[in-house]
Nanobody, 123 residues
Framework: VRLVESGGALVQPGGSLRLSCRFSGFDLDEHAIGWFRQAPGKEREGVSCISATDGSLYYTDSVKGRFVVSRDDDMRTAYLQLNNLKPEDTAVYYC?????????????????WGQGTQVTVSS
């Protein structure tokens, strides 16, 4: 199993980024694809997720209306569009494969993690 993120960068408040995650090595029908983040001194937080079968979406409250998650199973790639970024969005963002086809939002139910990509929001 492999998940490789890209797209992290330094961006000004109000800016946008698109994170990508190339995944391989597992059955696409069995695992939701999610995004977690970890800011310095804080615990990992579930940010967003998209289920494997019915396309259900999950967003943590602080990013609703600003972030958009999607997946392209033909390309074996997931995306997280980050809009109207705020300094508090600064963190390392991780792409994950959850244990089941549905989104749990719990790090304890994540079977596979990517290496992470840094997003820094600062003027």
């Amino acid at each position: 199993v492999r998940l490789v993120e890209s797209g992290g960068a330094l961006v000004q408040p109000g800016g946008s980024l698109r994170l990508s995650c190339r995944f391989s090595g597992f059955d696409l029908d069995e695992h939701a694809i999610g995004w977690f983040r970890q800011a310095p001194g804080k615990e990992r937080e579930g940010v967003s997720c998209i289920s494997a079968t019915d396309g259900s979406l999950y967003y943590t409250d602080s990013v609703k209306g600003r972030f958009v998650v999607s997946r392209d199973d033909d390309m074996r790639t997931a995306y997280l569009q980050l809009n109207n970024l705020k300094p508090e969005d600064t963190a390392v963002y991780y792409c994950v494969a959850e244990r089941w086809w549905y989104c749990s939002g719990y790090a304890s139910l994540v079977d596979h993690w990517g290496q992470g990509t840094q997003v820094t929001v600062s003027s």
